[in-house]
């Protein structure tokens, strides 16, 4: 092992060296610098090795050949090694990065980015106060000079500002350090600590404000909100290359040194830093909202994670041995995630964050994007979504509920523009300029994107190892899903097959473990998945990015029914909604909607993970806070506590099932998904949430809150969602929005069953998963393959489709006969057993709701087949084909798979209703050979399935006699003669079909939710807007910033 | 006009601040335990008759490490933003004549004053002074000369060769404390010697006139960069 | 009493300097003002290791090495002054650098006038 030391002598020599050769020299010169920063990367790394991996303990260094603290000493533990790791590797990979800037400055210019990194590397090692001081100030200037490598010209502002900041800084810093030596008698932090616990009371006041002033000094250099106007400055000016550093390592530093600090201050600065901290967090996220320039997005978002992270060195008092489990992997995670996002910004142009759409085309660019973006916002398998599952329930534990969810707020608006942001990358037009592909940053970027996946998998392993929660990079499901990341290259019918043969694979291997209930929901996410993949064979070439998200997804709904634990349900909710966002993204006007499913999916999961870590903390069992919790004891969790955990999860798993009020993100984002996408989510995903509503009825069943039972309050939602979404499906001209608002009514439906909490309800849920599942599935097949054929989605536009594509046309009509539970298909079962359901319940009002939706479902599932396929062909689609055969395959399959269920649906239901005897041993169906009774009467799918044939036989027939003669009409029908109008749609009988409805009923589809959560967004954005002008651009502005927030907390402090 | 009261009301907060520390302020009868180490400590372990030379050389050698760095890092940093800026030798305005006492008396002055400098620095553990100090009287007699021919040319790479050779050899030298004796920077690589003695206390008079060079070298290069940019 | 004195001094020098680099605005007369704060500081530091009746850290015949315990002041204060003096000289030299180039660029010394970079 090499001495700590020579990290810092090696990079002063190599500076010092530099000086030697000629000006002109710069390639040697810059050799010379890498070789230097190669050597102290390797010396950390190295140090890293030995602790993490053998275990040793921490080093401290001697310098001068006397003890501390009588001579400064330095110190290398787990953590030292790990932040001097993550310093120099940033600062190696930097240079590699902005070789051309280096090159064209020269030698002075690399030797002060060896002193900045040796500044840096400094800070985190040293155990002495003073000695802090200079590190950071080598810092400072060393920043300063840094600054002049970009070609922005206003860099050099943003230099002057800075160092107006540091001057201001460092006389706080000297203040504080001279009478915190005069109260402790040194300069050692550890002596510090130790004589600050003896201070005579006389002299306690003196060295309580000498430390306010130094734990101000260095939180200033954390750039707290509001008081960092000056750092904002440097991330947007400064060359990309060098805010990488100055984010990642330097972020990194001065965290180190205030954690330092906080040991001499004691538990009763903890909350100053927490404070500090979470007002950092959320503030510089809400002024990020409006921030159009990626490089100062960037640094807002910086700030924001180094202000978590400060908040979660400030709970260490609660987290004890897992803060730095949990600061280090969120720390780790920014470093990596924000040195990679700057290297990256420095291969696209334009500064606009649409300009990254550049970066389409470059799918390991891409990738790496993707990488970051999930590293930062803390996704599961991240560190991050380690740190942030065992900090909320930690807090949740302690009963610190509010600054939970200020966490929780700020992190929804970090992964709200960060994935905003994405979308412009994959949806924007492209800017006419190409990236530039320089070989240095390219390598830099696959190296974070490298490590962010190592990060994950280390922290992983911790987890499993300190903790016992499985490692989720070693999850089957998730990894095979990775693989498709490796399989690219392959074309897409390759990988259709081998996802096909993968989740059936996985399917035919694990389907004897589950229950028959969990089996039902395994069956449509893994079977019901892998049909649905049959029509993606009809893409052509290679589909770069669907599979991995795709398969994403189905990983995710796989670990969701694997899960036994909160924890583990939570991670594989977590990457579901991943993959989705991805998958949903890929349509072509998807941008928005694809948005706003990930921010109320996110938003929901952060209520599940609160809900979660709320029931750990109440549960009676064991100790608290208890380190794993199973989903079955959920049923465990005591009063009060009880109806609010249940309220958490339920709205969670409810944003995910689009109940009314949470809605607004479905209907766009399922119609505008990609044709075999739309099933996907509509006829698949929907039902992740209802299985997370089964899990938390079957456990907490009925709650009651201040005396509302609360799952009478779910019955009503349910019912309005029914009718409403509905009423708002039959005023659709679009037949994939059609679709996907009727899958908000359906949703609604089955909400409404499992809120009857009877026996019956529960069955009527768990048909309507598998009926909506063959449906949904099917219609959006059928319209996706007519809308690819006519090139529209507009109904009005359609028309007589009927002669070109009958196999489309059978399986909408067969579609909507089972949908709108008419006998003789499935969907009249699931009615039946749904009256069935609602007559057995006490309550009646809901119930005329939910009658009322019935018929209204029946209006627009008309309009599919009449507009559609009957009435005039349009001219233009006179030479259509029958949609592709890979669509229609899975069409014809569902055809079939409805006609079975419909007349025995006892398969798959029989066990279920057995299963559900211990949760409602009463109201049970009665089973006898092929017919169903219940108390209320009999059900006989054959006999109806007979009857309705016989019906159907008799008219066609009929109607064939007697229309044996019509003459078909030629299509003359010309309906303006001399004018053109000015919107030729408005002629159409079609459009508008249902207006008259419209004036009666339409006051219920005034898109008022939409205007709800559109003015809360808007809110946001004009506050952050106007907000953001307090930072004034003037630097002066900015240091009294910086007092005014040392006065602040300072009389903050004194108030407390 | 609010600005102005505002960063009043600041100001005085922080005067309010600054008050209670000045209110606490007793100064102590007997030197703390750090302070008691180095008085006791230093003849027999560093050698240095100066205490502060001591502490500043070898017990607190990295702070003077990194002091030396901030010179340095400073240098460069001017030289680097000065360097777009020197169109020296291209059609310059004749220099306003500086005056014959002026040039006379430099030359007088000049070698004294660096000789004054190198003394300083040489016996930096005797007597008050050092290698900063003495690298700044160096620096000044660098100042006398320009002041006395703004046209004077220096060599950047002379300067910029003492410079790297001292700083590169300071570091050795912390190195080889490391190797030979207890630790980086200690002094002890050499004899100690007799306390009061010019070759004593080890490695601190070599050391201190490494920093003194340096420094002067740094302080001249800053001075040669400012007085070469361009006049606006 | 003599300690309490200088460092109120150095107190005043501060908040004088703060006071002038945060109201003038042009970079020059901010730099000086930042200069006159250091001092400040590097009074103040002095000050608290000033202790009466003592004598300079330095071993000589008037004090030898056996009574250094009593006889010296604090020799820390002192080593650290050195220090922060370098150091502010450094920055110093590094700020009016950067005001030549800013006035090189844009012509002002107005530190109001530097404010392309904002919001």
Known sequence: MVSAIFILAAALAAAFLLGLLKDEQRGVAYAITLLALAFMTWISADWTWAFAMDGAASVDIFTAGTEPPFAINLRVGLAEAVLTLIISLTALLSALAMKDALLALGRRAMAV??????????????????????????????????????????????????????????????????FAYHATGTLNIDGMADAAQSILPGSRQAFMLAFFLMFMALVAELKPFPANGWALDIYESAHPAYSAIFSAAGGAAALYAVDKLLLVGGTAWLPAATGIGVVTF????????????????????????????????????????LTGFVALGLLLAHSVAKAGLYWLSSLVAGRELSAWAALRGHPLMIFAFATFLCLLVGLPPFPGFYAKWELARVLAAEGRIALLALILFGALIEATYLFRWFGYTIKRDKPAEDIACASGNVIAICVAAVTGWVLGYLWGDAANVMLGRGNLLLALPLLFALAFLLLEWLPAWTKNMLAIAGLVGYFALTWGDYDPLRLIFFVIFLIGGAVILLASFHAHGRRVGFYPAAMLMYAGMTMLIEATDTFGFFAAWEILTVGSYFLILRGKHSEPHALSYLVFSLGGAFLILAGFALAASGAPLGVSPRLTFALSELAQVAQPLAPWVFLLLAIGFMTKTAAIGLHIWLPGAHAEAETDVSPMVSGILLKAGLFGLFILLMSMGKQQLYGIELTYVMLWIGAITALLGNLMAIFQEDAKRLLAYSSIGQMGYALFGLALMNHLGWLMALMFVINHYIYKSMLFLSVGGVAKRTGTRAMYQMGGLIALMPLSFIAVLIGIIAMSGVPPLSGFGGRWIFYNAIL???????????????????????????TIFLGQLKDEHRKLKEAPFWIVLPQMIYVVLLLAFAVVPGIALRRVD??????????????????????????????????????????????????????????????????????????????????????????????????????ITDTLHTGADIARRFYTGNGQTYAIHLLGFVVAVYLFARGI | MIRRAVVLALVLAMGAIFATLLAGYAPDGDLNLTARYYADRTAPDIGSANIV????????????????????????????????????????????????????????????????GVYVFVNGHLTPGGGFQGGAVVASGVLLMLLADPLKHFSHRLIAAVESVAGFAYVVIGVLGLVLAGGFLDNRILPLGELGALASAGAIPLIYSLVGLKVGAEFSSMLASLSETEEL | MIAQIAMATGFALILIGLYGALTNHNLLRMIVAFTIADTGVNIVIVAVGYMAGRTAPILDAAVPAAEAAQRIIDPVPQALVLTAIVIGLGITALMLAYAYKLYQKKRTLDIGKLTELKW
């Open chain 1, 113 to 178: 980015l060896l002193v900045a990194t040796l500044a840096f590397c400094g800070i985190v090692l040293t155990r002495d106060i003073f000695n802090l001081f200079v590190f950071f100030e080598l810092a400072a200037i060393s920043t300063g000079g840094l600054i002049l490598l970009s070609d922005d010209e206003r860099a050099l502002a943003a230099g002057f500002k800075y160092l107006i900041v540091s001057q201001v800084i460092s006389i706080l810093l000297l203040i504080g350090i001279i």
């Open chain 1, 282 to 321: 959320v503030g510089a996220n809400l002024l990020a909202l409006p921030q159009t320039n990626d490089r100062r997005l960037l640094g807002y978002s910086s700030v924001a994670q180094i202000g978590l992270i400060l908040t979660v060195l400030g709970q260490r008092d609660v987290l004890g041995d």
């Open chain 1, 840 to 866: 057995e319940s006490e309550y009646r009002l809901p119930m005329v709701v939910i009658f009322l939706s019935g018929p209204i479902a029946f209006l627009y599932l008309f309009r599919l087949i009449h």
């Open chain 1, 914 to 1015: 057995e299963y559900m005897n211990q949760f409602f041993p009463t109201g049970g169906l009665n089973w006898s050979g092929l017919n169903i009774s219940s108390p209320y009467g009999y059900w006989d799918p054959i006999a109806i399935m007979i009857i309705v044939g016989c019906i159907f036989m008799t008219l066609f027939l009929w109607l064939l006699f007697v229309n044996r003669k019509a003459q078909k009409v030629k299509q003359f029908n010309i309906v303006f003669a001399a004018e053109r109008p000015y919107r030729p749609e408005t002629t159409h009988f079609a459009w508008n079909f249902f207006a008259p409805y419209r004036k009666a009923l339409g006051f219920l589809v005034q898109p008022f939710v939409t205007q709800f959560w559109g003015a």
């Open chain 2, 53 to 116: 030379t001591a502490i500043i050389v070898t017990y607190r050698g990295l702070d003077t490490l990194g002091e030396v760095t901030v010179l340095f890092l400073s240098a460069t940093i001017v030289g680097l933003v000065l360097a777009g800026g020197r169109r020296r030798e291209t059609a310059q305005r004749p220099p306003v004549p500086v005056g014959e006492l002026l040039t006379t008396g430099s030359r007088f002055l000049v070698p004294l004053i660096m000789l004054l």
